[in-house]
């Protein structure tokens, strides 16, 4: 038995280890290899809002003097191909310089602005589920891998219903496996709770759904095991 | 002895050594690690030209028809200081949309702006040189590094004198220290090739200071020994 210089645990030499070089080189390389990364990162994150700024973004929302979100074209046109199309084909957007997104709060939208910039974004459960939408309209897909890997490992007993329904109404698979998974494995725990009554209500199709699901992967289960 | 499960090495228990579990998790962690910023970046990388350009660049070679190198102020004035204090302050550049770059070739103008964009190029030993020059004067740090980098892991006997008298005459401290290292310990080599008959000629005087360089390292190297 010998002990690993990392994980301090006992080891037997026939689980096969590496000499202390490999480990020491391989750890090098990976704080070389980040430290190369970030620079170049940073060089090229742009702040925003940034300055000589030719187009404003405005959220829909109903709101009278709604606040302007200023950006640059070039930028707007390089992450998104629908706003690269709004942009390109002399639409009115392109012309007034202005882009009404429609179904937002102001607070989504600056954030979506500002991933586009940044490649960052600090997300809670209600902004994940807004920039997820939004990243699935104006086809961002950085945006929406970043989204959905957020809400998959965010999931919990106390969200996976919506979580499920959010998933399910706009066709986000990975969501929608990882909650089913969740679901189906904490079935009991969740029939007695209050939003599993108000889905049961308000969408008894999507429960079924759900138990369809259930029971599919028991018998899969059993099949397995038999 | 053990055998290392990466060199394939035989190692003693006296150098210590990490277990496979360790070892393949940290692997897994690069490789992770690699795939996100990579992503980041494939994501904030533009491709020059882009559109909605609202500037042009020329190179000032006293060409009559230079060809313009499109791009934007905003990307510009976010990767260089010099170029920023050039739009920011309704200087003619700002106005009239056009920036003339002096004393440099199409080509390195080019690789230039492409790599205020891309933060990549592909560099040769003059494209280095004019590049690091640029990025000197226009205060583009991410740049420099990554010339001074390639200068130095380019050094040879046959470029080290002409490298050493390109970094002296504008103080590029890194590559100075880099090429004097490799000139000093070939000086016997070097002293009957016939670069070094040219600068003898050239510039007395900065050969005086290589031979200075090396007395002091002989110097610091009997005090050693001693």
Known sequence: MRTCISCKIMYSKYQGSACRQCYEDLKAKVEQCNEDLNAKLAF???????????????????????????????????????????LDNEMKESLSGTIKIGDVSYDALRAFVNFLYTAEVCLDQQLACELL???????????????QKFLVSNLNL??????????????????????????TASM??????????????????????????????????QWHNA
């Open 44 to 86: 090229l994150t742009m702040p925003q809002p940034a300055s000589f700024s030719d187009v404003v973004l405005f959220a829909d929302d109903d709101d009278e003097y709604p606040v302007p979100v200023p950006a640059h074209k070039a930028v707007l046109a390089n992450r998104s191909p629908v706003l690269r199309a709004m």
């Open 188 to 221: 009991d725990k969740l029939a007695s709770r209050d939003e599993y009554t108000e889905l049961k209500e308000r969408d008894p199709g999507l429960l079924l759904e759900i138990y369809e699901a259930y029971f599919s992967k028991q018998a899969n289960t």
């Open 133 to 147: 939408v939004m990243s699935e309209k104006y086809q961002v897909q950085h945006l929406k891998d970043f989204c």
């Open 158 to 183: 106390d969200n996976s219903l919506s979580t499920y329904t959010f998933a399910h109404q706009h066709n986000f698979k990975p969501i929608i496996d990882a909650a089913l998974t969740l679901i």
